[in-house]
């Protein structure tokens, strides 16, 4: 990419479309309508209207963890999830849905059970894992499919 060179990114807050410059990226870059992170290393909720923008449209590859807070194996997860978004950080945002909260997500998704892990990029799926993993599997899938 030319240092000129940007990339759209959805605020997980507020939905707003970003254009984040790829050199830029590891400065913590905010959005320019809520001045939320956009690229933190953190875990960010989404809803349904942002989930559908973040997988359709983000410039970065996008790993979503769909949970349930009825889930024994999701609230084990929860800490390791947030382990592998800072090791991920700048390349790979990491963004968890509750599938109590949104179920037409899900099932549109697809998910049959929880946690499930789909990894997006440029729009479509690129993989999908099952059940409760610790950090350094979390990392090691989305290296395995070329997103790190």
């Known amino acids: 990419m030319t240092a ?3 990339l759209k990114l959805t605020c997980a807050t507020c939905g707003q479309t970003n254009r984040v410059p790829v050199l830029r990226l590891s400065e913590a ?5 809520c001045g939320e992170a956009l690229v933190d290393g953190r875990v960010a909720d989404l809803d349904a209207a942002t989930h559908d923008k973040v997988t ?5 590859p996008v ?3 769909y949970w349930a807070p009825w889930c024994g194996p999701c609230r084990m997860m929860a800490p390791e999830f947030a382990k592998a978004a800072r090791a991920l950080v700048p ?3 990491l963004m968890k849905l509750n599938t109590e909260d949104h179920p037409g997500v899900s099932a549109r998704a697809g998910i049959r059970g929880i946690p499930a892990l ?11 894992l099952a059940g409760a993993r610790p950090a350094a599997e ?3 899938f989305v290296r395995q499919n070329g997103a790190a």
């Open 4 to 6: 000129a060179a940007a």
């Open 29 to 33: 870059p905010k959005c320019g309508s």
């Open 56 to 60: 359709r449209g983000d410039g970065l």
């Open 63 to 65: 790993l979503v963890d």
């Open 91 to 93: 390349d790979v945002r």
């Open 118 to 128: 789909i990894l997006y990029r440029g729009g479509r799926e690129v993989a999908r």
């Open 138 to 140: 979390i990392i090691a």
